[in-house]
């Protein structure tokens, strides 16, 4: 991770007490919230490592329960949170993993969508400053940090799908800053996560979603409000 600047140190806006445990907590939560594409109904968190062994005093349960709320690092709300989620119909249970994991700060949660049942399951570290890493989704792995609007591709592995789906980005004007790819196996299930320097344009996604091998589009994008968000919840 190179850090550009002492706001990459020293983390964002926020209510603590750190950055690491809190923060970065909190933009995993959020960028789970997004994946999934509506509330949840259930969550089921582990924690492994450090976030392990210090959840509850540094409030890391409650930051990861308020960003499944899709709050941000700085929202008033988040010692409230668990309770809040509650009242929200949110399930949510925090436990302690065990065996290998990618960094001391790392967390899985596994996700029930409230409206369609939609699950997902997703793995994040907090890598410090509360910058972030989303390295799993779904058995996928990835590389997604929530530092520039992002967009998701579930596709087919079949020849020829990203060069139509850079096609479509050069045609929009859309800069790719950074890609990453995954497959379940050959001509197979696919994810392509795509970090772009602006945020994606509801013509730019109706374009990829138009794509035959492509079976949805997703967007995370931690910078936007969760008011802007939730526009895009549950979108095909």
């Known amino acids: 991770m190179r850090f550009k600047d002492v706001f990459s140190i020293i983390g964002p806006a926020m209510v603590g007490p750190s950055s ?4 970065g907590a909190a933009r995993i939560g959020r960028a789970a919230r997004q ?6 109904r259930e969550a089921e968190v582990t924690f492994f490592g450090s976030f392990a062994a210090t959840y509850q005093g540094h409030g890391t349960d409650r930051a990861i329960a308020g960003g499944l709320l899709n709050f941000a690092t700085d ?4 010692p409230d949170s668990i309770e809040l989620a509650a009242e929200a119909g949110m ?9 290998l994991f990618p960094h001391p ?3 899985r949660l596994h996700l029930v969508g409230a409206q369609t049942g939609t699950e997902l399951t997703l793995t994040g570290i907090s890598i410090g400053g509360g910058n972030i890493e989303i390295v799993d989704i ?3 792995g990835v590389k997604l940090t929530g530092m520039y609007p992002t ?17 479509v980005m050069r045609k929009g004007q859309f800069n790719i800053g950074h890609m990453s790819l995954d497959r379940k196996n050959r001509s197979g299930a696919a994810l392509t996560v795509l970090e772009l320097d602006e945020a994606a344009t509801p013509g730019l996604l109706h374009e990829l979603r138009a794509l035959s091998a492509v079976k949805s589009v997703k967007v995370v ?4 409000s969760a008011l802007e968000q939730k526009g895009k919840d549950n979108t095909p």
């Open 138 to 140: 779904d058995g996928f």
């Open 221 to 224: 994008d931690l910078n936007e």
């Open 20 to 23: 690491s445990h809190t923060a």
């Open 91 to 99: 399930e949510i249970s925090f436990g302690q993993g065990t065996g």
């Open 105 to 107: 700060n790392t967390v």
């Open 75 to 78: 929202d008033s709300r988040l």
């Open 151 to 167: 967009v998701l591709i579930h596709h087919m592995d079949y020849l020829g799908v990203l060069a139509s789906v850079t096609d």
């Open 35 to 40: 994946v999934l594409g509506e509330p949840a």
